[in-house]
Structures are given as structure tokens and as C-alpha cells.
């Protein structure tokens, strides 16, 4: 189907963008790699009357990766982020970013656009919930920084307000001595994943657990988080049965929906699995193993 009638523009500055958004109002879409509106609109899932195409902006597509503090611009593609040092430097980042779709969608796709779309089954929500990322946005009364875990406020619904755009993900670089790992399954690349697990943890002498992140993708409205799944392991020991014991917790928090990707009990074990297969991988990275992680296929 073709989308229904729009008007396009194209503004050459972020400040040209904002202003054309607030003038056009409620009926207009900032338009990115267009890899998840396009589909929308083609639905007539949406009928904006204005496209403004942000893609060309300058100053959204860096990726800064050397510091403590990493920033990646709203305009950075999934295909340069996995290509990037911050995706060397950070192997959870390079996991995330090489398992979304296929070539195609990566080398136009954009991370901006992947969490103002707040789709409960795209990577970037949730991989950056791992890593306590705060989302920058800039409106019509200047620059605020949400912390990611209130930008999402439901599934395809943030906290950004009419008119503001996302410039921004920034994240602080996690302390030596911890490790993380993303790890999807899918059907296929151009198909999105059925279940997604984010781990990352810090480690006092090689296996004892100084602090936990897990979140779950794929498993409900928005990431799953769970402080009493994390707390199942930090302070204790790394093995299997602690493990598991945060596997189970966090997943009783979960609640896939049974969809064509597969159902509510067949997720819920992959998540299982996709959980310890993550710990294992981020334990080994923390002590300074190179171990691949990713997204699996059928
Ligand atoms: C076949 C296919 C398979 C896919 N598989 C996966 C997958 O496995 N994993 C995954 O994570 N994703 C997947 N995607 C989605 C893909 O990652 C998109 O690139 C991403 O979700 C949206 O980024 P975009 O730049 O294309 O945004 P667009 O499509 O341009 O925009 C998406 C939404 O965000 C808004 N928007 C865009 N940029 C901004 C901004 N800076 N500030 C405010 N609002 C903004 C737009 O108005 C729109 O509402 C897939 C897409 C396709 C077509």
C-alpha cells in the first residue's frame, strides 16, 4: 500500500527543524532512517500531514567513544555504531548493533530513531537500559537529559513532548573489571528478535558480584528491569544455581505476547536461555576474555 498524501521538507538546521515542527504541529513526523516509519505509514498505521527529514542535519552523527563519558548522535546509523570504537572499546555495544535487521536497514537505521519509535522489540531500548544511558532532547525550551529508564513510558510512547527531537545517547563508561553481553534470537536478519537479554556485570576477585544490570527485551510493553533480580546476585558468587535463582526472578517479571514470533511459553524459555548464555559471556569479558556474543538465528 502506498502511505497516504504527506507534505515533505527538509530543514539544514536542527534549529530549523525544531521551529518547522512546532510551527506544522501535531500532524507531523521528524523523519530519520525512515526504517521503522516508512513501514508505518505504508500501513497507514499513521497519516502525518508533514514529513520533516532530519536525516541530513549536521552534528547528530557522532559517535565519541574515548573518555569516561560516550556520546552518540541521534543521527549515528546501527551499521557505523557497530563499526565504531565505541563498539570496540564496549563488545555489549557491538552485539546490539550488528543484530539489528539486515545490511540494509543498518546502513540507514538510526539509534535516535529506534528509541523515539519505543518498540518493545527493537535492541536499542534495551541494551542501552543496561548500560543506564540518558537520552538528550532538544524543543522548543531548550535541552533536557531523560534518563532512559522514564523515556520510556510505554510500548511505542516516550517522554518526549510536541516539537523536541532525541540529539543525543550518552552513557558513562562502565568501571574496569566488568563486563556486559547482548544476545537476541530471531528467525531470520530481516526479521525482528523474538526474545533479547542485556547482562552486565561488575566483579570483585574474578567471581564474586559487585553490581548487576539485567534487562529483558521482547518481554513486555517496555524493558524489563528488575532490582530483585539483580539483587540475587550482587554480593554473592557467580555460580550457576545464583544464576539461575536471577534468571527465574527477572522472568516472572516478564510478559511476552504470543505473536507469529512465537508464544508467550516458548519466549520465556529463550530468555531463560539467552539469560545464562549472556552471564556466561559477560562473566568471561569482565576478566578480559574476547568472547562473541549477538544474536543467534534459527
Ligand atoms: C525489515 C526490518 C527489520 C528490522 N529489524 C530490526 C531489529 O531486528 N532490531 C531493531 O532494533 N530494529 C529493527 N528494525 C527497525 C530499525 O532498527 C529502525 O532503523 C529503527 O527502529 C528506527 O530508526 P530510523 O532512523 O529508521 O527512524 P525513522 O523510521 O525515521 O523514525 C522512527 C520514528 O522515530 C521518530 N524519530 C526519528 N528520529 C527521531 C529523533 N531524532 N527525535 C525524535 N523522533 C525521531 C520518527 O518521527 C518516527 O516516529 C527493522 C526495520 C525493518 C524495516
Redesign the pocket.
Known amino acids: 500500500m502506498y502511505p497516504a498524501p504527506f507534505r515533505y521538507h527538509r530543514p539544514a538546521t536542527l534549529e530549523d527543524a525544531m521551529a518547522l515542527l512546532a510551527r506544522l504541529g501535531d500532524g507531523a ?12 505509514l505504508k500501513l497507514r498505521m499513521d497519516e502525518p500531514t508533514d514529513l520533516v527529514d ?1 536525516a541530513r542535519i549536521p552534528g547528530m552523527r557522532h559517535i565519541d567513544g574515548q573518555g569516561e563519558s560516550i556520546r552518540i548522535g ?2 549515528a546509523t ?1 551499521a557505523r555504531i557497530a563499526v565504531s570504537e565505541v563498539a570496540s572499546r564496549f563488545p555489549i555495544v557491538q552485539d546490539c548493533a550488528t ?4 545490511a540494509q ?1 543498518r546502513a ?3 539509534i ?3 528509541v ?2 519505543a ?1 518493545p ?4 531500548p534495551t541494551m542501552l537500559q543496561v548500560l543506564d544511558a540518558e537520552v538528550a532532547c532538544r524543543g522548543p525550551r531548550g535541552e533536557r537529559v531523560v534518563g532512559i529508564r522514564d523515556f520510556f513510558r510505554d510500548a511505542y510512547t516516550t517522554a ?1 513532548e510536541e516539537g ?4 543525543e545517547i550518552r552513557f558513562r563508561a562502565p568501571p574496569a573489571g566488568s563486563g556486559g553481553a547482548y544476545l537476541g534470537f ?1 528467525k531470520a536478519a ?4 523474538a526474545a533479547t537479554v542485556g547482562v552486565h556485570l561488575g566483579l570483585a576477585d574474578g567471581q564474586v558480584c559487585r553490581q548487576a544490570r539485567l534487562v529483558l527485551g521482547c518481554a513486555g510493553p517496555r524493558p524489563v528491569q528488575s532490582r530483585e533480580a539483580e539483587q540475587e546476585l550482587e554480593g554473592k558468587d557467580l555460580n550457576r544455581d545464583n544464576l539461575r535463582r536471577a534468571a527465574e526472578a527477572i522472568i516472572s517479571c516478564s510478559d511476552p505476547p504470543s505473536d507469529s514470533r512465537g508464544s508467550a511459553a516458548f519466549k520465556r524459555t529463550m530468555l531463560h536461555s539467552l539469560f545464562m548464555r549472556a552471564a556466561e559471556i559477560a562473566i568471561r569479558r569482565a576478566r578480559g576474555e574476547t568472547v562473541k556474543g549477538g544474536t543467534l538465528y534459527v
Open positions: 513526523r521528524p523523519l530519520a532512517g525512515g526504517q521503522s516509519l516508512l513501514p508505518i532530519i541521534a543521527l546501527h543484530g539489528i535487521a539486515d536497514v540507514r537505521g538510526t535516535g530513531g529506534s523515539s519509535t518498540d522489540s527493537c535492541d536499542w518526549l523536541e527531537l532525541v540529539t530471531k530481516p526479521a525482528y528478535p
